[in-house]
């Protein structure tokens, strides 16, 4: 496994690099009738990992500044426990793994793996995707393409897929103007979110 370093995601564009398609809108903070959702998995699966003596599959951690979480940044192809990239580190040896204890968990970790001690990770998936749930028909973001398959994938060039839909609002909100917005389609969204996001009440729904 790699010694991870407490490097942060939260401005990194490598996520960007598989997006078939991009869109940037610079907002100035009027009305643009734009809303935003996540849809809420009914089932979160926590995916372990166990780093033995003589295992030497990667798997590389960095820190995601604005959301406090650790991500998997890379995993190597003879991972077989079922983590991936942009999963969510949860625990180590059943202890919970943030931002502010990394650099001590790391330790933790390596001293524990020298030891001949089995080292257990916990994974969450990555969070859904922050949807884009509606734009006015014929205004400033439907004639700039934004549709209901996109996400919002930044703002002001900050990675939003770790936080939570409140401090998107916050974010969006206390944002300097003008605001850089970048939205993506992935092509990887399917009926189900667009049902999911249809039943949502305006308390899960961030709106600008």
């Given at each position: ?44 699966k ?66 524990g ?8 990770l916990?994974?969450?998936?990555n ?34 897929g ?21 939205f ?22 961030v709106?600008?």
């Amino acid at each position: 496994m790699t010694t991870p370093r407490a490097t942060s995601l939260s401005q990194s564009t490598d996520y960007l690099d598989d997006v078939p398609a991009i869109i940037e809108y610079i907002w100035c903070g009027e009305s643009v009738g734009l809303q935003l959702a996540r849809p809420t998995p009914s089932d979160v699966k926590t995916v372990q990992h166990t780093w033995s003596n003589g295992d030497d599959a990667d798997i590389t951690l960095a820190t995601e500044f604005y959301s406090k979480k650790v991500v998997a940044r890379r995993v190597s192809k003879r991972i077989t426990s079922g983590v991936r990239a942009k999963f969510v580190l949860q625990s180590i040896n059943g202890v919970d793994v943030k931002m502010d204890n990394f650099n001590e968990m790391m330790v933790v970790l390596k001293t524990g793996h020298a030891a001949g001690i089995p080292q257990v990770l916990a994974f969450h998936p990555n969070p859904p995707p922050v949807m884009v749930k509606n734009v006015p028909e014929d205004g400033a973001l439907d004639r700039a393409g934004v549709t209901t398959e996109y996400e919002l994938m930044t703002i002001n060039h900050i990675n939003v897929g770790y936080l939570t839909i409140d401090q998107i609002g916050r974010m969006l909100h206390d944002s300097a103007k003008p605001c850089h917005l970048t939205f993506g389609w992935t092509a990887l969204h399917d009926d189900d979110i667009h049902v999911h996001l249809a039943g949502l009440s305006v308390t899960d729904v961030v709106t600008v």
